[in-house]
Each structure stands twice: as structure tokens, then as C-alpha cells.
């Protein structure tokens, strides 16, 4: 059973969910893509998840909205976040974009919902009227919960300074080989949950010979160790996988626990910066 964590709104969130980033690897919309997402997403909400991470730009809404029909679950049981598109940042576009993100995903209201990056060399680095028109969505009754994704300290000081309205989660690249130790501190420091992405590495983590030591005497997977790992941190994750065994794999991490030596084993992984697998969020001017 997933727990839920609270978050600094006072809703709370299951602490594990599940990624669709590159489910399936065809981004174009089609009915192709939209069956191939349902079937698998389907696969994860008939395996007990009950939390799905999806992304305008991840193209493949039109699928999760229909996995979270077809899985006939009662609405008030799951929760359903997507992100803001690197071309939508304009109030405008938030609005509009907003509105066809909950026609694709067939919601009346979304669970969550984050600027999916702060691209602060673009829109004359305006990502601050970005974050109110967010608000604007909480007011209305659409959305539960607005949130940021790949905001660093000096982004997330700036838009609570000007606004007032803290996030409620930073979602970041967070694994044992990038602890993202500055975005984590600076989130907690503002009473920001920390959502993992990548928790994996992208599967990089899994072949570290201190995991699989780890692993080993406990008689748990690579996976299942590096997500106790983040679980133990209080990280919400959102591991993805289009493998049913797998997704079994990654949502039991809730009958063991790691030592305080493992936890230090671990987080002695960290390569720094050097251990980045995505772009950084400073520099990233990517508009699909
Ligand atoms: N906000 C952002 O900017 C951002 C950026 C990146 C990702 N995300 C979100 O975070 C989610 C997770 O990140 P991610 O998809 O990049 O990477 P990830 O979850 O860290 O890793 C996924 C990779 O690991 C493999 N894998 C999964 N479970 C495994 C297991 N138990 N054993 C061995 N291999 C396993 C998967 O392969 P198979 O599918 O073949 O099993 C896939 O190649 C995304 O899906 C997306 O929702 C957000």
C-alpha cells in the first residue's frame, strides 16, 4: 500500500507514482500512440498504482485519460498531475493549454499541476506571471494543486517573494548518483515537497556495485533498494516502466527498510553535477 504525504496545502499525494516519459516512445499524437499509452498505463493502474505523472509535452494525455476511464477506479482515488509545455509559459496559453489538458485526460479537475520547467533565458524570463496564471486555476475549482518542476533555489525564492504563493511540490532530477542537494534544500526550506524524476537514472544507478550489494543481502532488487532509498528521504518517486514485472518490482518498496549505513552507502553515490542525465534547468531554452 502506497502512503500518502502531505503537502503544504493541505492535500495530500501517494508518495509513489508512475512516469510516462516515453510511453510509448512515439511523442506525435495518433491513435497508435493513444492505445499504446492506455494499455500500459492500464497495466499500472490494474498493478495498484493509483498515481500517474504525465506532461503536455509528453504528448500521450489523450492515453492516460483513457486508462483512468477505462480502469473504472473512483476519481477521488486517483491522482492524475501533468505538466505546463515549455511553449505555453504566456498566461494565455496557460489558460488554453490547461483546459485541453483536461479534455485529453477526460478530468473536470487535475490533481496537480507544475510548470514543467522555469526556462529562465526565454520569455524575457518572465516565469513569474507563468505562476500566477497558475494560481488562477486553483481559484477557479479546476485545479487541486499547483506546483514546479526543475525550478532551482534562486527560482523557487523568487516566485514565493513575488507572489506569496508557495509551490506545494518541486518536482527535480533526484538519484543516487545526482542528489540535487541544493534544489532539495532549498525546496525543504520553503515546506516544498521533493518529487524525484528519474528516480532510477534512467536504470544508471542499477548496475552501481554498492546497489547490488545492497540488494543482495537484503534479497531485493537494484530498483527496489534505490527506490526504499528515495522513500526514506521523504522523495515522492514516479519510477517508469512499460514492463508489467517491473512495475510489480517498483511499487513493493513498503516491507523493508534500509539501515542508516545503507542510507550513507548510498548517498556517497553522488557524482555532483557530473552526475546529471538531464539538462540543466538554468540553461534549458527547449521549445518542442
Ligand atoms: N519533470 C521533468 O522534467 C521530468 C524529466 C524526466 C522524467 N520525468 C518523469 O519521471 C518519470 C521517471 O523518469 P524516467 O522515465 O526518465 O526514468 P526512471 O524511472 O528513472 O527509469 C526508467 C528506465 O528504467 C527502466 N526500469 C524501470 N524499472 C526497472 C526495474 N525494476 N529494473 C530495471 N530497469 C527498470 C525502464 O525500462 P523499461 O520501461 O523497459 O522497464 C526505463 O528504461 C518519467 O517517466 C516522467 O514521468 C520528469
Redesign the pocket.
Known amino acids: 500500500m502506497v502512503p500518502d504525504i502531505p503537502l503544504n496545502d493541505g492535500t495530500t499525494i501517494p508518495q509513489l507514482g508512475?512516469?510516462?516519459?516515453?510511453?510509448p516512445p512515439e511523442r506525435a499524437p495518433s491513435e497508435q500512440n493513444t492505445a499504446a499509452t492506455a494499455e500500459i498505463v492500464g497495466l499500472a493502474l490494474a498493478g495498484g498504482y493509483c498515481h500517474i505523472?504525465?506532461?503536455q509535452m509528453?504528448g500521450n494525455e489523450a492515453g492516460v485519460g483513457r486508462a483512468v476511464a477505462a480502469s473504472g477506479i473512483p476519481r477521488d482515488e486517483l491522482y492524475v498531475t501533468s505538466?505546463l509545455g515549455n511553449g505555453n509559459h504566456r498566461p494565455d496559453d496557460v489558460r488554453h493549454s490547461f483546459a485541453q489538458t483536461l479534455d485529453k485526460l477526460g478530468l473536470a479537475e487535475l490533481d496537480l499541476f507544475?510548470i514543467?520547467?522555469p526556462l529562465p533565458t526565454l520569455y524575457d524570463g518572465d516565469y513569474v506571471a507563468t505562476w500566477r496564471a497558475m494560481t488562477e486555476l486553483v481559484k477557479d475549482g479546476r485545479l487541486r494543486t499547483q506546483g514546479v518542476?526543475?525550478f532551482q533555489p534562486d527560482h523557487l525564492d523568487r516566485i514565493t517573494s513575488e507572489t506569496g504563493v508557495v509551490p506545494a511540490v518541486n518536482?527535480?532530477?533526484v538519484?543516487p548518483y545526482f542528489r540535487n542537494d541544493a534544489a532539495r534544500a532549498a525546496s525543504a526550506a520553503h515546506g516544498i515537497a521533493v518529487e524525484?524524476?528519474?528516480?532510477?537514472?534512467?536504470?544508471a544507478v542499477?548496475d552501481d556495485p554498492v546497489v547490488g550489494r545492497i540488494a543482495a543481502e537484503r534479497q531485493k532488487?537494484?530498483?527496489?533498494v534505490v527506490l526504499r532509498w528515495h522513500i526514506q528521504h521523504g522523495h515522492i518517486v514516479?519510477?517508469?516502466?512499460?514492463?508489467r514485472e517491473?512495475?510489480e518490482?517498483?511499487i513493493s518498496v513498503f516491507d523493508f527498510e534500509l539501515s542508516a549505513e545503507e542510507m550513507t552507502a548510498i548517498n556517497a553515490l553522488d557524482k555532483g553535477a557530473d552526475g546529471r542525465?538531464?539538462p540543466n534547468p538554468d540553461t534549458f531554452a527547449w521549445i518542442p
Open positions: 508512475f512516469g510516462t516519459l516515453n510511453v505523472d504525465t506532461a509528453y505538466k507544475l514543467h520547467w518542476s526543475n518536482q527535480i532530477e538519484h524525484a524524476w528519474s528516480p532510477l537514472g534512467q536504470g542499477l532488487t537494484p530498483a527496489q514516479i519510477p517508469k516502466s512499460t514492463r517491473r512495475m518490482e517498483n542525465i538531464g
